[in-house]
């Protein structure tokens, strides 16, 4: 809903460490660079004096909210923040009668709205024409997609910057601002460690588990034990981007290759304890589905997308069962890298060759003129012919009639369509004697 007058002050040590410690200027954010460094886009519009509007796109805890403030601020803006969690069209009328307000009074507005892609198509365009018009300067801040969450017609009058998780080194400089803030030592390295891999990229995350961490340690340095007492399930058994994440993802992918359920679903669940956001695993899931089950049992990558979707619909725990009977599905489905393979072999094989032309019967032919020129000309449309199959047919381009890539494995479904392949290959052989 829009911001109302500032609230009075709190006390100092009621205010959370994230919030005390949001940045005041642009030379205090920690991380994005990319966007905020010396000649980076946000920086030239700030630096220029040009506001405009944008959809921040990142993931929780990066500083899109302190961004989009240090904005307003810069440029001396009226700031009115707006949760499409909880508003809707009635808060955006407050918000267009406000900044209407300011103008006639010669001073900017910024709208700054939090989980955009949660308004849905007629809230969305409800800012279009007031964007259009200059009332004010409209910035989305979204965890999703904007090319799919958000409408095309709002997407094209902003921008969209992508902000990054924070890395290790950002989010340990994050530590040793907290530690002078708070006024205690840093946490141990070990601890620190954790406490980075708990983060997860998060700097809100982290701050409000050093926080936590520092009124229990009551002074004392933070080690791993206090740590663990502070936050108990909360704390990730690893590290999420360290070694030991990517060695369990591996586990589970190759039990899953190796045909064990009990081993897929161990690690599933072991994925699941440390912390690990579900939906990243059902996106492995589908990877796995196509790369090792592929024709074999085509039912395998139907199987994930339900799974996932019907995590999409009721979230954890109740949805986690659903991406359990996919791991368990894939894990007993019959295996084939067969596309795999012969996907990896053609993309290489097209990187060193030539740009081979297409034969001329394959062409299509939209124009006389191209009729003149034989485009399309001696194509066989194939259900004219028996059973379907232009026997003899030439579909790649000259040099590599007789080239072949994909092989299917003698598993499952591609037993069947080996057999089918090698029928269609025998009808080629006669149409080539016969020719």
């Not at 259900?383 to 232009?390: G, V």
């Amino acid at each position: 809903m829009p911001d109302a007058t500032p609230a009075p002050a709190a006390p100092l040590a009621g205010i959370p460490l994230a919030e005390r410690l949001r940045p005041k200027t642009l030379d205090d954010v920690i991380g994005q660079r990319h966007l905020l460094g010396p000649g980076m886009p946000l920086r030239v519009a700030f630096d220029a004096g040009r506001l405009h509007s944008m959809i921040l796109w990142g993931p929780p805890g990066v500083g899109k909210t302190t961004l989009a403030r240090l904005m307003a601020g810069a440029f001396d803006a009226q700031f009115i923040a707006i949760s499409a969690v909880l508003g809707g069209v009635k808060e955006i009328r407050e918000a267009v009668e406000r900044a209407q307000v300011a103008a006639a009074q010669g001073r900017r507005t910024v709208v700054f709205v939090d989980e955009v892609h949660r308004f849905n198509k007629s809230q969305q365009d409800a800012f279009l024409p007031h964007v259009e018009a200059g009332l004010f300067t409209f910035i989305g801040a979204t965890t999703e997609n904007p090319s799919f969450e958000v409408n095309s017609a709002l997407l094209s009058r902003a921008t969209v910057q992508v902000l990054k998780s924070l890395d290790a080194a950002e989010l340990g400089q994050l530590i040793a601002r907290g530690a002078a803030e708070l006024g205690v030592p840093e946490p141990t390295p070990a601890a620190a460690q954790r406490l980075i891999g708990y983060a997860d990229g998060d700097a809100r995350r982290l701050l409000n588990a050093f926080d936590t961490s520092a009124s229990l340690a009551q002074g004392a340095q933070i080690d791993e034990p206090l740590l663990e007492r502070a936050l108990g399930e909360q704390l990730r058994r690893y590290d999420k981007g360290g070694d030991q994440f990517y060695d369990v993802i591996s586990a589970l992918h190759k039990c899953v290759r190796g045909s064990n359920p009990d081993g897929a679903l161990y690690w599933f669940a072991r994925m699941l304890d440390g912390g690990v956001d579900a939906r990243y695993i059902s996106r492995r899931l589908i990877r796995m589905a196509s790369e090792d089950i592929g024709l074999a049992d085509p039912r395998a990558l139907r199987m994930t997308l339900d799974a996932a979707e019907a995590y999409e619909r009721l979230g954890s725990p109740e949805g986690e069962l659903a991406l359990a009977q996919a791991v368990v599905y894939l894990a007993v489905a019959a295996k084939s890298n067969a596309v795999y393979k012969a996907f990896n072999e053609v993309r290489a094989f097209i990187k060193q060759d030539t740009s081979r032309a297409v034969p001329v019967h394959l062409r299509n032919a939209p124009t006389k003129l191209m009729k003149e020129l034989g485009y399309g000309r001696a194509y066989r449309y194939a259900h004219d012919e028996p059973n379907a199959y232009a026997a003899g047919e030439q579909y790649l381009p000259d040099g590599l009639e007789d080239q072949r890539w994909y092989e299917p494995v003698p598993r499952g479904l591609e037993l069947r369509i080996a057999d089918k392949l090698a029928e269609l290959r025998r009808l080629d052989d006669e149409a080539a004697g016969a020719g």
